[in-house]
C-alpha cells in the first residue's frame, strides 16, 4: 500500500490546490465544540478534535433535503407535476473524517444502496465525495470501536487515511479516489511508513478501554430478546427524545413530507426518529410502537439484533460513544448490550 | 451531603418494607463520570442501587405524570416544585405520593467542567463545595460554585417546598442572587439585535425535543408540533419552524416554569432555551408577583383573576 508522506506545513497549500475540482468539507470549531462543514476559500480543516459533536452523516445524509418541486398552478403546463430539484452533485473531498464515522457510513450504505433499492440522493452525495479520514490516536473514554469492527484507525469507507506523525502526516492511500486526490493536491513524496503506522496503531487500539458485549446476539432468538424482561428497566429513565439517533452516525431513518406555499410545493425528506410516538403512527390513529418501552427497545433491537440478523455484517454502531455522551438519561448501549447479550447466552444454555 | 445517599436508601428501604410504596424513583449511579440515572427501584433488598451527588440534575417529576401507583420519590427543590404543579394540574394526587426531600446544594455543569480540562474525564470526587476531576493529566479542583447550572448558580429554593421525608437539615438558601440579570441583559437589546441573539441561540438545535422531553411540564398526550392532523408546524430545519417549535413550548410554560434547568440539561447542542422560559418567569413575578411551584394551595398566575391584576398592555 502506498504511503505519502504530508508536511503539516504543506497541508493548506495542497488543500487549496484541490478547491478547483472539488468542494471541501471538513471539521471546524464553533463556541464549544466541533462539526462538519464546508470550508470557505482559504479555511483550513480543524484537525485538533477527538471527534465532532454531531456525526459527519449530514454530509451524505442532510437533516432536510429537498427531494422534488412542483406547481400547484393550474395554468403551469408544469403543473402538478414533481421534479427532481438541481443539485451539486460535484467531486467533494471530505477531510479529517473519523475512522467509526466513515465505516458508519458503508454500514448506512447496506440500507440506501441494495440490490432492489437505490437511494439516488444519498447515493449520488456518497459517491461524489472523497473520504480523508483521520487516524484516531487518542481515542475517548466512551469509544470502543475496537469492539464492533471498526477502529482508531480502521479503513473501511475511506479513500486516505492520514497518520498524525508530529511534524507530518504519514498518508495511506486507499482507493483510486485517494490516489487522484492526493495527485490532485500535489502530495507526492513516497514515504516508507508501515511501520511507524503499525506502530501508531497498535499504541491507539490499546487506548481503548472499554467495549461493547456482542457475541451472543446472532445466535439468540429474536422473540426471546423482543420479550425478554430488560426493556422496562432499560427504558424507565428515557425521555424518548431524538438526541441518540440524531447524534448516531448510523440512524439512518427519515420522513417525507410535502411543504407547499401558495402555489408552490417541494417535497423534502427529514431526519426522523424511532424514538418518536409519530414516527410509528398510522392514519387511523392507531400506533403499534405506543409506548417509550417499545421505542426503546425498537432502537436497540435494531441496532443490536435485526440489523445483525439481516445483513450478517455484525451490529449497526461503530462504538464512536456519542450516544452514551449525549444521553440527557445516561442510557448506555453498552450496558444494553450486556443485558442483551445475557439473555443470548442464558438460551445457549437451556435444553 | 456525604450521608445523603445513606439516608435516602434508608427511607426507600423503610418506605417500601413497610409497604407505604410500591416503587421510589431516584438515581442510579451512572456509566460515566458526571452523570446518574433516573432508576425506580421496586424491592427493599434494591434501595443500595439509589444515590446522591450532584450529578442528579434531571427532574423526576418528569417520572411522576399520570402514574397510578403509590411511590416515593427523591426530590430537591425544584422537583418538589414541579411536584407541587403536577399536583395542582391533576397528573398526579398528592395521596400517591411519599416525597424524600433533598436539600440541595445545587448541581454540576458537566460541559463547564468538560470544557475546562485537557481530555476525558476518568473519575469525580466532590465534597460541598469543591469537585476533583481526574484526567490523564492529572486532577484538577473547582469551587462548586464556579461549576454549577447556571439555574442552580441563581436558585432561591434549594429546599423542598413539600416533603413528607427530609434526608438532612435544610440548607441556607441563598440571598441577595440576582436571578434575572440574563433576562435583564436581552430585554436591554434593540428589537435587531434581540433578533440576531435569538436566532444565533437556536441556529444550533436539530430538533431533537430533548428540551421538552425532559421538561416536566411538558406532558401533553400529543405535543402540537407532533400533531398530523392538522400539522401545525413544519419538520425541517427551516428557521421559522425552529423558532415556532420554541417558542411556543415557552409560552405552554408560562407561570408553571420552576428554572429547574431540565431542558438546558437535555440539550446535546448546549442551547439555553432557558432564556426564554425565564422571561416568563419573571414577568409572572414582576406582573402578578407569582413563582410557580410553591403551594399545593395556590392557584397558578393564569389561572386565576384578580381585581388588582395588571391591565396596562390592554390597549
Known sequence: ???????????????????????????????????????????????????????????????????????????????????????????????????????????????????????????????????????????????????????????????????????????????????????????????????????????????????????????????????????????????????????????????????????????????????????????????????????????????????????????????????????????????????MNNVGDAAKCAV | MSTYTENIQQIAQRLLKECRVEMVIGFRKGSMPLMNEPCVITQPEAVNQLVWDSNCGINLTHYLTNRKEKIGIVAKGCDSRNIVTHITENKIQREQLVIIGVPCLGMIDRRKINAMVEGDIQSVSETDDAVTVATRNGEQTFAKMDVLQQNCAVCVHRNPVIHDEMVADPVPEQNGVDQYADVAAIEAMTPDARWRFFDELLAPCIRCYACRNACPLCYCPTCFVDESKPQWVGKSQDPMDVRTFHFLRAYHCAGRCTDCGACERACPVGINMRLLTKKLNKDCLDLYGWEAGLSPDARPALDVYKANDPEDFIK
Open chain 1, 1 to 339: 500500500m502506498k504511503v505519502i508522506k504530508i508536511e503539516k506545513s504543506d497541508l493548506a497549500a495542497g488543500l487549496d490546490k484541490l478547491r478547483g475540482g472539488y468542494r471541501l468539507f471538513g471539521p471546524v470549531k464553533d463556541k464549544t465544540s466541533h462539526g462538519f462543514q464546508e470550508l470557505a476559500a482559504g479555511q483550513a480543516p480543524d484537525l485538533a478534535f477527538q471527534n465532532t459533536r454531531l456525526s459527519p452523516k449530514n454530509l451524505v445524509f442532510p437533516q432536510s433535503e429537498t427531494l422534488l418541486a412542483y406547481s400547484l398552478d393550474g395554468n403551469d403546463p408544469e403543473g402538478h407535476i414533481a421534479r427532481e430539484v438541481d443539485k451539486d452533485y460535484s467531486p467533494r473531498a471530505v477531510i479529517g473524517i473519523r475512522p467509526c464515522d466513515a465505516k458508519a457510513l458503508t454500514l448506512v450504505k447496506m440500507n440506501f444502496d441494495t440490490d432492489a433499492f437505490k437511494d439516488p440522493y444519498w447515493l449520488n452525495l456518497y459517491n461524489a465525495s472523497t473520504f480523508v479520514g483521520l487516524a484516531c490516536d487518542a481515542p475517548g473514554g466512551t469509544c470502543f470501536c475496537t469492539t464492533t469492527g471498526s477502529g482508531p484507525f480502521h479503513e473501511e469507507g475511506l479513500d486516505v487515511l492520514l497518520v498524525d506523525q508530529h511534524d507530518h502526516f504519514l498518508a495511506k492511500v486507499l482507493t483510486d479516489k485517494g490516489e487522484k486526490l492526493m495527485t490532485a493536491a500535489g502530495f507526492n513524496q513516497s514515504a516508507d511508513g508501515d511501520a511507524a503506522v503499525e506502530k501508531a496503531k497498535t499504541a491507539a487500539e490499546a487506548a481503548i478501554t472499554t467495549a461493547i458485549v456482542t457475541d451472543s446476539l446472532a445466535a439468540a432468538d429474536p422473540m426471546a430478546l423482543y420479550n425478554a424482561d430488560i426493556w422496562e428497566d432499560i427504558a424507565f429513565a428515557c425521555i424518548n427524545c431524538g438526541t441518540c439517533t440524531f447524534s448516531c452516525p448510523t440512524c439512518w431513518c427519515f420522513d417525507i413530507q410535502d411543504e407547499a406555499q401558495g402555489n408552490k410545493g417541494v417535497r423534502m425528506r427529514n431526519w426522523d426518529s424511532c424514538m418518536f410516538p409519530l414516527f410509528t403512527m398510522h392514519t387511523t390513529g392507531h400506533n403499534p410502537r405506543d409506548t417509550k418501552v417499545k421505542r426503546t427497545r425498537q432502537r436497540f433491537m435494531h441496532k443490536l439484533k435485526y440489523f445483525v440478523d439481516k445483513y450478517n455484517a455484525g451490529i449497526m454502531c461503530v462504538g464512536c460513544g456519542r450516544c452514551v455522551r449525549q444521553c440527557p438519561v445516561n442510557i448506555d448501549i453498552r450496558k444494553v448490550s450486556a443485558l
